[in-house]
Each structure stands twice: as C-alpha cells, then as structure tokens.
C-alpha cells in the first residue's frame, strides 16, 4: 500500500513538474522592425508608421482602431494597387472610413 502510494505522488509530482514546463509560453522571437516602417519626425512627436513599408503587425499595433483585418487588408491593397501616393489614399482600402483615417493620420507617413 505504502509503495503504491508512493509511487502515485512520484507519478503526480513529475507529471505536474512537466505539465508546467510545457504549458509555459515560449519565448517568441520578436519580429525585426525595419528602420523604414516606423521612423521618428524631427519635431519630435512621436514615430511615423509607412504606409509602403510597415508590416500588417506593425500596422496593428501602431495604429489605432486597426485590427489584425484591416492590417492585413491594408497590406493587401498595397501589394495589389502599389504604394501609397499619399496617406488620404488609405480610405480606398475596404474597412478603413475617414473616422479611422483621421484619427490615425498624424502616425501615418508614405515615405
């Protein structure tokens, strides 16, 4: 009785032991940000996100009200249409209203 009972806690303490290990997040490399995509003015407000060159991640996470949809459609029309010509250009993108370009519009960029 003894050795069964033993054995059940060895088992329990080192299937817990490599349940933790495995259920812990991985650490994920992060995604190089090329110096292009998000690039700081001279006046010194803040960075700039390119509309030509910033990725669907970057895109999500700079702008706001801009999901993983929009980011991703954004890069989509950029890689059918060509660059951005200007920054008022991002209304023809579908989901992406003249609210959404307004309150983004001191981040964006088209360099």
Known sequence: MRTS???????????STSLAATAAPAAVPSAEV?????????DGQGAKVNLNSASAEILQKELSGVGAAKA??????REEHGGFTAVDELI??????KALLDKNRDKLSID
Do not use: R, T
């Open 5 to 15: 009972y033993l054995s059940s806690l060895i088992f329990a303490l080192l299937a």
């Open 34 to 42: 090329s110096k292009s995509a998000i690039a700081a003015p001279p």
């Open 72 to 77: 991703n459609a954004i890069v989509a029309y």
């Open 92 to 97: 023809e993108v579908k989901g992406i209203g």
